[in-house]
């Protein structure tokens, strides 16, 4: 067993508690157990786990970074005249075409220690990064606009063959496993949910609501397989 010291921000304990959420079953079943505490200034997250889990902990915290801190770090930069939602839209979209080669960036940026500070991470590792991100942004025209964001993902949903499923307003993997990366971006949602999966395929079981509906064919079209 290993004992892991995780940290955050107090104004970012989603992050901390979105770790304990995704890992605490995998600890526990493998012997393990994990402590939150919220302290008036930092999150903290106390693991005793097999490296296998620490493993999936690295993954965890990369998506975090890759993620969350990249919505924030777009919904500062971004300069578009779009509506809220579209630009929320365009964020999750832009996050969703680099987001493997971000995240294996980030992997290899993390700490070979047992205790992880993200927003130290952040701060002092990715310098790289944070410009790579902004020099796409500077190739984004002011002047974006609904219909231009409606090109880019159907060129995104063209370029994936992921497939992923929609029951009851949730959203699944290839696998079923339950999709919940769009908490990273402040709440859960369905919309960007698909658009954070890189979808290229969405299989529709059961009702959908009128309005998700009608995203699911504006922008994946004949790719939205409703049963």
């Known amino acids: 067993m290993e004992k892991i010291v995780v940290t955050e921000r107090k104004e970012k304990s989603s992050f901390v508690t979105y770790i ?8 526990v079943r493998n012997g393990g157990k994990g402590e939150l505490v919220f302290g008036e200034e930092r ?19 990369a998506e975090i970074l890759g993620i969350g801190y990249k919505y924030e770090f777009l919904s500062r930069n971004l300069n578009v005249a779009l509506p809220k939602r579209e630009k929320k839209l365009l ?18 940026k993390l700490p070979k220690t047992e205790e992880y ?4 991470i952040y701060a002092f590792r990715l310098n790289a990064l944070r410009e790579k991100w902004l020099r796409i942004l500077n190739y984004i025209p ?3 606009s609904v219909s231009d964001l409606k090109q880019f993902c159907e060129f995104l949903v063209g370029e994936s063959r992921h497939k992923i499923y929609l029951k009851d307003g949730a ?8 999709l919940s990366r769009s908490r990273l971006l402040g709440e859960e949602n369905p919309e960007t949910e698909i658009i954070l999966s ?4 969405v299989y ?23 049963s």
């Open 117 to 120: 500070a993200i927003d130290g």
């Open 198 to 201: 890189d979808a290229g395929f």
């Open 142 to 144: 002011s002047g974006f």
């Open 204 to 226: 529709c079981l059961g009702e959908v609501d009128a309005s998700l509906g009608d995203f699911l064919q504006k922008y994946f079209a004949e790719r939205a397989i409703f």
């Open 43 to 61: 999150t903290v997250l106390n693991l005793l786990t097999v490296p296998a889990v620490k493993r999936e902990l690295r993954s965890v915290i």
């Open 20 to 27: 304990y959420n995704a890992l605490m079953n995998e600890v």
């Open 91 to 108: 964020a999750a979209a832009l996050i969703a075409a680099d987001f493997e080669g971000d995240k294996s960036f980030i992997l290899g």
């Open 171 to 178: 959203v699944f993997g290839e696998n079923f496993t339950r």
